[in-house]
């Protein structure tokens, strides 16, 4: 159908795999057209976590869907923040910041993550840990 695009769930979209999780990325260019942004849900298991990165040029919004974990985030001299995060935070990371987070909760850790503007998700394909997984994975 052709309004598919409006509505979709991480199950209807191929995923990007890694040592760490996953990202189904459900809002972008390549999924249903945004412009502005892209965003995806992303999954951690227990006791798994994406090391410290950036995105240079972009802002991201992280919200915590379920589950609890640690997150960090530079402040504007560089110096890491760390607080412990659980379901409903949402996470400001600005523009070009360095951040990490880790699930420390006893079952999966789920994310909503937005990038604005889109484009950072295309880089993480060149991870050495990379690899696409199918719909539905």
């Known amino acids: 159908m052709a309004n598919d695009k409006y509505f979709i769930y991480p199950k209807d979209v191929s995923a990007f795999g890694f040592d760490w999780g996953k990202l189904s990325l ?3 260019p ?3 057209g945004a412009s502005r942004f892209s965003g995806g849900v992303v999954e951690l298991p ?3 976590g994406h090391s410290r990165h950036n995105h240079p040029g972009a802002e991201e ?8 974990g640690e997150q ?10 760390t ?3 659980a379901t409903g935070c949402t996470i400001y990371v600005p523009e ?3 951040h990490s987070t880790k699930n420390t909760g006893g079952g999966p850790m789920l994310l ?17 840990d990379f690899r696409l997984l199918p719909q539905g994975s």
């Open 30 to 32: 390549e999924v249903n």
């Open 61 to 68: 919004i992280i919200f915590v869907i379920s589950g609890e």
């Open 96 to 98: 070009s910041r360095f």
């Open 83 to 85: 607080r412990r995060v």
């Open 112 to 128: 909503f993550v937005v990038y604005s503007p889109a484009g950072p998700e295309t880089t993480l394909r060149d991870f050495p």
């Open 26 to 28: 459900t809002v972008g």
């Open 46 to 48: 227990s006791g798994e």
């Open 72 to 81: 960090m985030v530079e402040d504007e001299n560089g110096n890491p923040i």
